[in-house]
């Protein structure tokens, strides 16, 4: 059973270019988060999803980043006009979602941008 | 959201030691996990121990989540446990809130 798969591993960016990272959850999880990891710094939490819904973005800043689970296929983390500051590594998650279920991480999106 | 504070902040270690890593955290929760972050930056899931006592091998993590802390043991340490080891807490299926971690280095 393959578990949270991301890609890519790496992206480079120049800045005002878009970054798309995919994340698709381990069989059977329908709840995926996305977590930000800056240099030397833990995760911080930027958004909750279900199948087509936003459960929770109130870790997401509020321009230029957004974020889908669709029906079908992976979820999306999309950073618009990207800057430097955006250089960092993602992380996705995903649950069950029923009762009380440790999180499966995957191996993140190292975003570099010049 | 939840304070997640960790100690110690660095931790360097002979070899064989023994070592014992906090987490405390500010309100109650039911959801504990403990991680290593590998030099090559991926995560690494050790415990979920939202209470209780586990042991893997050399790793055993025990969480009294009435006092709200949580302890991650490592004995006989080996180079290979160096790196950056997290404890995230969190409440049902929300999200997680991660503490700023232990850098630990073991040397030969």
């Known amino acids: 059973n393959a578990g949270v798969m991301q890609n890519p591993r790496h992206l480079v960016r120049r800045r005002g270019q878009e970054a798309r990272l995919r994340c698709s959850p381990m069989?059977?999880?329908?709840?995926v988060y996305w977590y930000r990891q800056l240099p030397e710094e833990g995760l911080k939490f930027m958004v909750y999803?279900?199948?087509?819904?936003?459960?929770?973005e109130s870790g997401m800043p509020k321009e230029r980043f957004s974020a889908e689970f669709p029906k079908e296929g992976p979820s999306i983390l999309r950073i618009q006009q990207v800057v430097r500051g955006d250089s960092a590594a993602y992380f996705c998650?995903?649950?069950?979602?029923?009762?009380?279920?440790?999180?499966?991480f995957g191996d993140g999106t190292r975003l570099s941008i010049l | 959201g939840i304070q997640v504070e960790q100690s110690p902040p660095d931790l360097i270690l002979q070899e064989g030691a023994n070592s014992t890593l906090r987490c405390n955290f500010s309100?109650?929760?039911?959801?504990l996990q403990w991680f290593h972050q590998n030099p090559w930056g991926q995560l690494i899931n050790l415990f979920y121990?939202?209470?209780g006592t586990k042991q893997n091998g050399r790793l055993s993590a025990t969480t009294v989540a009435t006092e709200r802390y949580s302890l991650l043991y490592i004995s006989s340490s080996q180079t290979t446990d160096s790196g950056v080891y997290f404890c995230?807490?969190?409440?049902?299926?929300?999200?997680?809130?991660f503490g700023t971690g232990t850098r630990l280095t073991v040397i030969p």
């Open positions: 069989k059977g999880h329908s709840h």
């Open positions: 999803l279900q199948k087509e819904n936003i459960i929770d």
């Open positions: 995230a807490v969190g409440i049902g299926a929300n999200n997680l809130f």
């Open positions: 121990i939202p209470s």
């Open positions: 309100d109650s929760v039911n959801n």
């Open positions: 998650a995903s649950s069950p979602g029923a009762g009380y279920q440790p999180q499966h």
